[in-house]
């Protein structure tokens, strides 16, 4: 068994302890092809201050061979040493063997640091050298995903999947519908999921599947792709709102509240989910559960204007006026939304609190002024208040040129005028 072997063997079994002894005895022993797979093996596990001893020793053997110099840079590049890893990489000179290697390496580099534009220079340069070489073009595709460019990246994708749907472990298909999806071309992506819906088999795939039919409206296929993703992985939980929203287009509220009640079971700070889930306990009138689920929501999300005006809606449906009123006791009225200040005027004309109420029909009115069924509400209002007639027929007429045939109104007006 050669000393390189000895090393891996150590450390697979945790005994570091000879480390240091076995790595030179592979130096001064072992030959150069043990030594640079030796190298490799100590830069996957990890051991990179190992594999740069072992690099930098082949380096002084073999001065002109180039790899171990792309090799060694790339991991100094990854340690953080950037001066000395860009320095071996731009010494590789244009006719070695190793160059275009050495462009893939500073390409990495480059992208992982945000030089968009440095990146791309050296995989087009790569590219020319190379240009039969899939490995440059689906870096060069990946670079243009990455920084929006999806237009560019759709035509390479599309030429990468005449030859294979995986590169690595990229899904060459998700790529190509995601990328489509991207632009806007959603039934395009749509197409090409039914088209590979059997090669469409890890569970981002079957996520970005649902995502693309929900916007063509296929919801049926959306609820298929989104079950799969949830049965694969309970806990994946950014599918459920998807879920909910596709059950939500079906006007099933049981299966949109079955389907948030078991995301908040995985993620209870989901805003969405509360929102979603309570709107269809609503509808099945299962106000208790819309209800829990507002005040849980609430707990999680205080600010949540949202949710708070559904528990609004809520109470006033319910006739529970005092509590919609305490929801906005503590807010400023100049920071709230005209919808809670027409819910407040609500609230407080059943409670026989006209002044509050005539207050906040006012502040409500700029918003609402063009709203029928808001304008018929303060009409009634203002119309049991006295010295309120102008007023009255002001709202009249602004109902009645949005309600002209509204007899009901059209009676209250001939009766003022």
């Not at 489509?180 to 569970?203: F, P, Q, R, T, V």
């Not at 459920?240 to 509240?257: C, G, I, S, T």
């Not at 829990?292 to 609004?312: C, E, M, V, W, Y």
């Not at 939304?337 to 027409?342: G, R």
């Amino acid at each position: 068994m050669s000393y390189s072997e000895q090393l891996l063997d150590a450390i697979e079994n945790h005994d570091f302890s000879q480390s240091k002894i076995l790595l030179k005895q592979a130096l001064d022993n072992d030959t150069p092809e043990v030594l640079a797979s030796l190298a490799e093996n100590l830069t996957n596990y990890g051991f990179t201050d190992l594999s740069k001893e072992v690099y930098r020793a082949l380096i002084a053997k073999f001065p002109r061979e180039n790899l171990f110099k792309v090799y060694l840079g790339e991991i100094l590049l990854n340690d953080g040493q950037e001066d000395d890893g860009l320095s071996l990489l731009y010494n590789v000179s244009k006719d070695s063997d190793a160059y275009v290697e050495s462009l893939l390496v500073q390409a990495d580099y480059y992208q992982s640091n945000g030089f968009f534009e440095a990146a791309r220079d050296k995989l087009l340069e790569a590219l020319e050298l190379a240009p039969e070489e899939d490995a440059i073009k689906f870096g060069l595709a990946e670079l243009y995903f990455a920084a929006g460019r999806y237009e560019s990246a759709l035509d390479i994708y599309q030429d990468l999947i005449k030859r294979q749907k995986n590169f690595g472990e990229v899904n060459l298909i998700q790529r190509l519908f995601q990328t489509e999806a991207k632009i806007g071309n959603y039934e395009e992506a749509a197409n090409i999921i039914n088209e590979h819906s059997s090669d469409i088999l890890d569970i981002d795939s079957k996520y970005q599947a649902g995502l693309v039919m929900l916007s063509v409206g296929d919801d049926d296929k959306a609820i298929e792709y989104l079950d799969d993703v949830i049965n694969q992985s309970p806990d994946y939980v950014n599918a459920y709102p998807l879920l909910a929203q596709a059950y939500e287009h079906k006007h099933d509220n049981d299966q949109v509240l079955r389907s948030a009640q078991a995301g908040l079971a995985y993620n209870e700070l989901d805003e969405t989910l509360y929102s979603m889930g309570a709107m269809a306990a609503a509808n099945l009138k299962e106000f208790d559960t819309a209800e829990d689920l507002l005040k849980k929501g609430l707990d999680i999300a205080p600010d949540n204007t949202n949710l708070r005006l559904q528990l609004s809606n809520l109470y006033l449906h319910e006739g529970k006026f005092a509590e919609s009123i305490k929801l906005y006791d503590a807010d400023n009225e100049e920071e709230l939304e005209p919808q809670a200040h027409w819910n407040l005027a609500v609230a407080y004309q059943n409670l026989d609190n006209s002044e509050q109420a005539k207050s906040e029909f006012l502040l409500a009115y700029p918003e609402f002024q063009s709203n029928p069924e808001f304008l018929k509400q303060m009409t009634y209002f203002f119309n049991t208040q006295p010295n309120s007639q102008d007023i009255v027929k002001q709202l009249l007429d602004k109902y009645l040129k949005l309600v002209p045939d509204d007899e009901d109104m059209i009676d209250l007006y001939n009766r003022i005028i």
